[in-house]
């Protein structure tokens, strides 16, 4: 199983732009896909991005989809998840997710999650 650790979030200003980065422990994290989900306070967690193993397949949901930017470098076992054009309602902790069983929109999907990291947005 993959251990991972997010960092990067913190309070922005609507319209700003933060970069949450996940390290992942393990040698055969390359194999593994990824996503990135959020959870409101009093609400689901909820997908928001995703990359396969190779990250030549990305996927988002369509609340982020054109402003947020999921990446991966294997190499360095990382994923990244860039944000631009933050508004209040991006406001959420963000976990890191991997070892993907099932569908990738699905928290129940993966097996592997992170700690989260706090992105507040103010208006």
């Known amino acids: 199983q993959v251990q991972l650790v997010e960092s990067g979030g913190g309070l922005v200003q609507a319209g700003g732009s933060l970069r949450l980065s996940c390290a992942a422990s393990g040698r055969t994290f390359s194999t593994y896909s990824a996503g990135w989900f959020r959870q409101a306070p009093g609400k689901s967690r909820e997908f928001v991005a995703f990359t396969s193993a190779s990250g030549g397949n990305t996927n988002y949901a369509d609340s982020v989809k054109g402003r947020f930017t999921i990446s991966r470098d294997n190499a360095k076992n990382m994923v990244y998840l860039q944000m631009n054009s933050l508004k209040p309602e991006d406001t959420a902790v963000y976990y890191c997710?991997?070892?993907?069983?099932?569908?990738?929109?699905?928290?129940?999907?993966?097996?592997?999650w992170g700690q989260g990291t706090q992105v507040t947005v103010s208006s």
């Open positions: 997710a991997g070892h993907l069983v099932g569908q990738y929109y699905s928290p129940m999907a993966f097996r592997s």
